[in-house]
């Protein structure tokens, strides 16, 4: 197992072990702007601690005094469309579009509102995340839900 991936697997174990260590209440959906503002920075946040997990580090190897154990690192979500779809900065037709998926053109997917029919992906045509309408897509992968206003893939 090489050192990229024994760090994806400690980060994934942290952030499982910290995520159940407190229970908070479901988040309660909310309507208009600042939804999906608070989504599309969730979407960037989980962005950048991707990211950031990749980023070398100088850190010297672990040793173990046992054998560790390994789960499977979940697969990539890709989405591609029947119809050319415009990507844009929000959830609805009143945001800017910034990209656009055309048939056939794949895209990864970051995640998903869970009260609108957005998929959250990396933008094909530029840096960054932009919202795709699902009416068109078609998901290829498994996608795991979390009760959340976004749900991460």
Known sequence: MNKKNLTRIVILIALTITACASPTPPAVPTTGPDLALTITAQAQLLESINQTSLAPTSTPEPT????????????????????????????TVDY??????????????????????????????????????????????????????????
Do not use: M
Request: hydrophobic share 35%; proline share 7%.
């Open 64 to 91: 173990f005094t046992s054998a560790p154990v390994f789960t499977e690192t979940p697969a990539k979500v890709f989405v591609t469309v029947s119809a050319n779809t415009n990507c844009r900065s929000g959830p």
């Open 96 to 153: 800017e579009i910034i990209g656009a998926l055309t048939i056939g053109q794949q895209a990864e997917v970051v995640g998903k509102s869970s009260t609108t029919n957005y998929w959250i992906i990396n933008n094909p045509n530029g840096p960054g995340t932009c919202w795709l309408w699902g009416e068109h897509a078609t998901i290829n992968g498994t996608v795991r839900v979390i009760d959340d206003p976004v749900i991460r893939c």
